[in-house]
């Protein structure tokens, strides 16, 4: 598997597919785990970081896991490349630092990834479109038992798993959805449901997760506590809580076209007209103009477009996927032309397809 095989197609995740797919774009669920003879990667040895490198690439040929996947090793990629695994939801801003021993497991869907040696051993996760959690959790739980039978795990009968930080220490389980909230941004609602949110124990983060922003309106929602609950109770958590916001975006959504319909509407049609037109597009106004427009599919006020589109062009359009696409680098006001270029090329196919069915 090359990087370069990965900027003309999306990952399984962004298809549109699964349960409540027009408000869940995907369903991630990631475990952290740590070898048990070997000290947290922050105080081991380049020569133990290898170590345990070694012991995960050999547990997968053993085991069959990731099969057919590859391993890349972090410390042996460029910048440019590290942050288009990062676009990708595939490595963390923290990995895309390291210069240590560090690797991506990935398989050729990129539902299932492993990140070794960053704050953890091992961070293991599985993606899936739509809301999902509890088939993800089935899924990562099984790999996780390959992985528990060819190698030792730190682990406490008091605590559970341990980890680098005390705040992943138990079931070393994150159980997340993006989620896709604009009626509630636009009703100003947004903080009042944060806010409920924390109240039950679950994070609210940006698009690629702790310490990054919010863009086109989506939200990753995930749990908090991993100490003193089972994998079960984090999994119904998120989903209940995760049934509840996407109630209050429909009533949102209600509300927003009972009250503003023809305002709501020609938002949607204008950033439809601006993605078909405009000569110059930055990622953050990409992103405002591609959650108008998904509002407007799931409303079913566009049907030209398709879910997986949208998804899709959300990462792929990101600056370091142009820059791969284009093979060089390009300063920020080329990627915003270049960008364009390709969204209006997009557009231009969709409206051609559209048509001839509409003819036949």
Partial sequence: MKLDDL???????????GPESGIVLSSRVRLARNLNDVPFTNRSSGEEQQKVLEQFRQATQEAGILRRGALLQIDHLSM???????ERHLISPTMMKMDLNSGLYLDEREMVSAMINEEDHLRLQVMQSGLRIQSTWEIIDRIDDQFSDHVRFAFSEQYGYLTACPTNVGT?????????????VLTKDIDQVIKGISQVGLAVRGFYGEGTDVLGNLFQVSNQATLGRTETDIVDNVQRFTNQIIDFE???RQTLFSEARHQIEDKIWRAYGLLQNARVLSSQELMSLLSAVRLGVSMEIITSVSLATLNSLMILMQPAHLQKLFRREMDADERDVRRAELVREKMRTLALEDGSQRAT
Wanted: glycine residues 6%; positive net charge.
């Fill in 7 to 17: 900027t003309h197609r999306s990952a399984v995740w962004l298809d549109g597919t």
């Fill in 80 to 86: 440019l490349d590290r942050a288009f695994l990062q």
């Fill in 172 to 184: 070393g389980m994150r159980a997340s959805v993006l989620i896709h909230l604009p009626a509630l």
């Fill in 250 to 252: 429909r009533q949102a």
